[in-house]
């Protein structure tokens, strides 16, 4: 009976083992287990997911490369991310679902949680625990097809398409007039990175594009918006490290070795070399930028 539940499995070691296949022409535990320095029952699992997901074709005792194995390095060669993604929503059943969870959540205000993912994926006849949850989201983070609040830890799926300028306006004041209201009296000053937070989880953008909008919308209401910057100490205990994961590659013997890195940096919003972590908006009749 074919498993039910998934073998955890890091993106990277899926691009390590395509490689190690596609160079050598057949793979076995055996030699998985000495290339990754792992248990030989780790390195069957790993060989035995790969073939899930029809990235290798077993044959006999050992697992030989197929198209798919070649076209899925090709893209990552050329870091064509979206066919990646697409890859795995066609044949990873796994990924498929995780993200079909959080399709059906996309006109939410809120993303899920993990224990709301695997709740629903109950639903769904899938078992994610907790380890498999963490492993398909730091996937699709690297992606780009999902995002995760740093506050809230919500995950969501991206919006494929940018919201026009009124929606955008709309929703950051809203997330501006919520975080402003302290226990007793209104704050002007808001955190940029918590209401950037806020706006892409409702909005479903990437927090580049929230950057971008919102510096427009600044330099078209100069008076109505105020930005103020503040020493890095003052936002240790307020701001999280915004973490970018990035996919390094680099190759010997013709063999790719994805290196995944995790860049952690307090980001506030850049505008001419100046970075700005408060904002207050004094009068809420913003105006869109002209084009």
Known sequence: MPRKTMRPI??????????IALNRGKIDTDIITKELKISYRRAKNLLLELERMKLLCKLNQRYIPNRNTYEFLE????????NIHLYFYENY?????????????????????????????KSMNLNLNIVAVEVLTDWCIRLSVIQRNLYNGNIY??????????????????CYDRLSLGKRISKIYVEIPK??????????IKRCIFNEMLKKIYQENIG??????????SLASRSPLYQKKMII????????????????????????????????IHDKRLRCPRN
């Open 157 to 174: 799926l991206l919006n494929t398409q940018v919201p026009s300028c009124s929606i955008f306006i709309g929703i950051l004041l809203k």
């Open 249 to 280: 590659l680099t190759s010997s013997s013709n063999e790719i070795y994805p290196k995944f890195f995790s860049e952690k940096r307090r980001e506030g919003l850049k505008i001419n070399r100046k970075i700005y972590y408060y904002i207050a």
């Open 195 to 204: 209401l950037r937070e806020e706006v892409c989880e409702i909005a479903k």
């Open 224 to 233: 109505r918006v105020e930005l103020s910057g503040a020493p890095l100490i």
């Open 10 to 19: 890091t993106l990277s070691r899926v691009i390590k083992i395509c490689s």
């Open 75 to 82: 893209n990552i060669k050329e870091k064509i991310w979206r």
């Open 93 to 121: 059943v796994f990924y498929r679902k995780f993200v079909q969870i959080l399709e059906k959540h996309k006109y939410d205000e809120k993303g899920l949680n993990s224990k709301e993912i695997i709740k629903e994926a």
